[in-house]
């Protein structure tokens, strides 16, 4: 079968088997070819299929020579349709990693289940060794909560009054874009709430308090969880929005975490890292956000500090995690690694061209054609070197090693 890209708004529905892989293997050579990264060596990336996650996992495995073991939630193929990027991706990571070796198990399921939980203790504790890193990078709208059973839904939203600013209609089938208005009515507290259940903090501290309780983590255990702030164009819509009093909740969470890890003797780490702006399926999922980053990708493009999923975790890893530098941490204790989206220089410029963007100077002064490839790119599509008119194999024949919850 072929596999062509099949796209609306934000959403693309199919992904494309060989060019997820390609997308993967020129991540894993960018690791590859870097200095190694002395650092975690038993990792779990909850959120590995996608976007800062896979990214992670493939900086633990192929920087720091990690076991991993990651959970997501995809979907598989049939044979009438092709899985979801993300299951492309944990293929081209498990199948490269065992060629190279490495440990790799992947978990499809649902994380916030206790029953995802039980059988990620029951491997860690057969086939790994005390777990050192717990990477928290899932993106989700919805959560069903694993005590009551009550299924809640993120919203994204302002809080306290509407929010009105101007988005990017962009036709990613042809990169026809277009300024508009929008106007988002703000969240009720209810709404507000059931964010949080689904975003915050409450299910990272589950992760860890079963980790700790089956006795699987290590005496220098980390764990980091994934937070964007951003600036203040975007602010009404994400940090003092709903997204925000989630993520808020986070740095609750990160402290409470490191008090009980530390009074159970562990020498523990637990830091939200707050991470700069890409395309990914959740980000793009998000109003206004569109316009900001693709003017904020010309910007830091032009100034040479722009960098992708993998290369920005990898800098994570290799500065801050396990860098023999002091931490760049703010009041919160949060490690900054926005340091250069947030550079007074590109702010600077990013308002400049904010203020006179519409219509008719959108090619100019945002970065159209740069976010429309990352778009693809997540999906497979518009990668060199794969061959869209050739059929795929849709992988129904490794069906039966993914480990299913
Ligand atoms: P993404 O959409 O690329 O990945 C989300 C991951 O979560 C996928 O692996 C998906 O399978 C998994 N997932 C979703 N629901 C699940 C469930 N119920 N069980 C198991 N797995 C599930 O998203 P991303 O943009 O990489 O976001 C990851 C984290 O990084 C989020 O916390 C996000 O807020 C943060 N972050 C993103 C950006 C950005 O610009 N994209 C910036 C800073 C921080």
Redesign the pocket.
Known sequence: MQVKPRIRGYICTTAHPQGCAQNVSEQISYIRDGEPIVGARNVIV??????????SRISAAFGCGAKTL?????KEPTEKRPG?S?WYNNLTFDRIAKKEGLYAKTID?????EK?KKIVVDIARREMEPIDLLI????????QHPKTGKLHRSVIKPLGSSFESRTLDLNLNTGDARVVDVTIDPADSKEAEETVAV?GGEDWQFWVETLSEAGVLAQNFKTV??????NELTWPIYWDGT?GKA?EDLDRTSKQIQVQLEKGGLNCEARV???????????TAIPV?PLY?SILFKVMKRQGTHEN?IQHIHRLFQEELYGTKEKRLDEKGRIRM?NHELDEQVQAAVSEAWSSIDSSNVKALADIEGFRSDFMR?FGFGIDNVDYDADQDLGLKELSTTVTT
Do not use: H, N, W
Request: aromatic letters at 12%; glycine letters at 14%; one cysteine or more.
């Open positions: 909850l959120g590995c299929s996608g976007g800062y996650g896979l990214a990651g959970v997501s939630y995809e979801s993300g399921g649902d994380a916030f289940s995802t928290y990078s899932l993106a989700s709208p919805v959560r975003m969880a994934y937070t964007y702030i951003g997204l993520k890292a707050v991470l700069k702006a890409v395309v990914t399926q959740a980000s956000v980053f999923c926005d997540i």
